[in-house]
């Protein structure tokens, strides 16, 4: 195990390094190019390809973050914390990206090491992904029109359009994450009873088709942080929910209705509604009052007794 860690914490490094030369015109909204990383520790979770995907995998930094599309093998990427401070409490972290793209920086990689350094053992859920563009151009103008829509819809005073799509292939892939959890539990220090999944937009629409629909996930807590806000039917024994998204959000506009689902339910909910923050804000952004986020859902894990074994 401590030689795991030490690789990993070498990887880490050296995947920060990675990003953190590229260009400072990248701090911008313009997506650029960049090679794909080695990813040395990322684990293949053998659920396929992606049917009609033409094109490979890819990568782009957009906003200073590194970001992936094409997505055809999904893969498991462990954060453990350091010797001695964990406390078996696990994250599978699921990024955003409207299932056809992944922030895996901004989304993931942050995410999961910040909750490393909380103690909890977490994993990067890499999902496969509807195809896009191969042209990283045709790819960026079909994200804007999209964009486009979604804010004439917001000022219009709708909510925008919530497309319905087949997430057969995600839901495998993460059903796959948390059975290879499961079964390497003790080599991981995991407390199955204490498995937990947060989600970033497109990625907590993930997190919530999991708790909605899976089989096989027995999921202790769940976190969609500015994910849709529709009513759901929720299931008798569906797991306390943490639930985050900032009014200026174009997903929010005025919507409560997850919040109410969950409350009807008689299933605990916390909701933190934000003054500000936008959508995509990840782990915070300055001069933003969402960017408090991550310590209370630390307390609310804490107060819950997520935090502790039996």
Excluded at 84 to 111: D, Q
Excluded at 131 to 160: H, I, V, Y
Aim: glycine share 10%; hydrophobic share 40%.
């Amino acid at each position: 195990m401590l030689y795991v860690m030490k690789t990993l914490t070498k990887t880490v490094f050296a995947i920060v390094l990675l990003f953190c030369i590229k260009p400072i015109m990248a701090q911008d909204g313009t997506m650029y190019p960049i090679e794909n990383p080695e990813e040395p520790n990322a684990i293949p979770l053998g659920t396929g390809g992606v049917e009609g995907q033409p094109s490979s995998e890819s990568w782009f930094r957009q906003w200073g973050d590194p970001m992936a599309r094409n997505i055809s093998t999904a893969t498991l990427t462990p954060f453990f914390p350091e010797p001695g401070k964990a406390n078996g409490t696990t994250v599978i972290v699921a990024p955003g990206g409207g299932f056809r793209w992944l922030s895996m920086g901004n989304e993931g990689w942050e995410v999961a090491e910040a909750l490393a350094e909380q103690g909890i053992t977490a994993f990067v859920l890499k999902y496969r992904l509807h195809p896009t563009p191969e042209s990283l151009e045709d790819f960026s103008n079909s994200m804007n029109r999209t964009f486009e829509a979604a804010s004439k819809d917001t000022q219009d005073g709708e909510a925008p359009p919530r497309p319905r799509r087949n997430l057969s292939d995600q839901l495998e892939d993460a059903e796959a994450a948390y059975a290879m959890i499961v079964e390497r539990a003790e080599e991981w220090g995991v407390d199955t009873n204490r498995i937990g999944m947060i989600g970033f937009s497109a990625g907590a629409g993930l997190t919530m088709h999991c708790t909605l629909n899976s089989e096989t996930m027995d999921l202790a807590f769940i976190g969609p942080i500015y994910g849709g806000m529709g009513e759901v039917d929720v299931p008798k024994d569906a797991p306390p929910m943490f639930n985050v998204i900032a009014s200026d959000d174009f997903l929010f506009n005025g919507q409560f209705g997850v919040i109410s689902s969950w409350y009807k339910a008689g299933i605990p909910v916390e909701f933190h509604l934000y003054q500000n923050g936008g959508h995509g804000f990840g782990l915070g952004n300055p001069d933003r009052t969402s960017n408090h986020w991550f310590e209370a859902f630390m307390h609310w894990l804490d107060v819950n007794d997520f935090l502790k074994g039996e």
